[in-house]
């Protein structure tokens, strides 16, 4: 094969690709929409507070019941096999307890709430040709997180401002086709921040910081995905 015919079988091939894709109905702008459980690792933070005139440090393990989340995300694909999108998701899930240094369990009340502002790629395994296309994806973006708690003495509230992080994901699933341009979902996704904050917190009486805060998360999701024709 002579080199001056290589620029022509290239091109040969991307319009046999082009045209490929196109023929499959699989080059189509989609909508997608999931949810289902929200398991939250817990917390092991260090917090620093001020109080009389004396500081004070120690540490605080946290932990929250398993909770719910769902996303919303509008894509295209490009390819066969590739497809791109952005996804905005909420999480919520309950603090279920606050232990201090002594091990001493302090909680009253509490909840993490993050929303996620994601762009996601991923990869399906059309060429496998089954009922069920594997898929495969990664995704990053902005999580805004808000994680306020009680203690169970002295009526102490520590309220906080919304804290930003960047955060990854990994993605694993499933696409069963449905009639009508319909596909069925079913996805893990582990999503976190890429590093952990150190986050301000106020009382009625002094202030408080618990560094090392970082968010992670197990997703287990159902969803539902609309192929626009």
């Known amino acids: 094969m002579k080199i001056k015919n290589l620029p022509l079988i290239l091109l040969l091939v991307i319009v046999s690709s082009r045209a490929d894709a196109q023929g499959e109905g699989l080059s ?3 909508a997608r929409l999931s949810g289902g459980l ?7 933070v260090t917090q ?3 109080l009389n005139g004396v500081g004070t440090q120690q540490s605080v393990a946290q932990t929250f019941d ?7 995300g509008f894509g295209y694909r490009y390819h066969p096999n590739l497809r791109t999108e952005l996804a905005v998701g909420y999480l919520y899930n309950t ?5 201090e240094s002594n091990g001493i369990n302090t909680l009253s009340q509490g909840y993490s709430q993050t929303v996620s502002y994601m762009f996601n790629n991923y990869y399906d395994f059309n060429d496998w040709q089954t009922a069920a296309v594997p898929y495969l994806g990664v995704g990053i973006g902005y999580l805004e997180n808000k994680m306020p708690y009680n203690q169970s003495y002295g009526a102490v509230s520590y309220t906080m401002t919304k804290e930003q992080y960047i955060g990854y994901q990994g993605i694993a699933g499933l696409n069963y086709k449905l009639p009508s341009g319909f596909s ?5 996704r582990y999503l976190a921040s890429t590093s952990t904050q150190t986050v301000p917190y106020s009382t009625s009486t002094y202030s408080a910081s618990n560094s090392n805060v ?3 998360y197990s997703l287990v999701s159902l969803g539902l995905m609309y192929q626009f024709s």
């Not at 603090?95 to 232990?99: G, L």
């Open 48 to 50: 620093d507070y001020v």
């Open 214 to 216: 970082q968010l992670v």
């Open 28 to 30: 189509k702008i989609y």
């Open 66 to 72: 398993g909770g719910y989340q769902g996303d919303l």
């Open 95 to 99: 603090m279920s307890s606050s232990r």
């Open 38 to 44: 929200g398991l939250m690792a817990g917390e092991n």
């Open 184 to 188: 069925l979902l079913l996805d893990y």
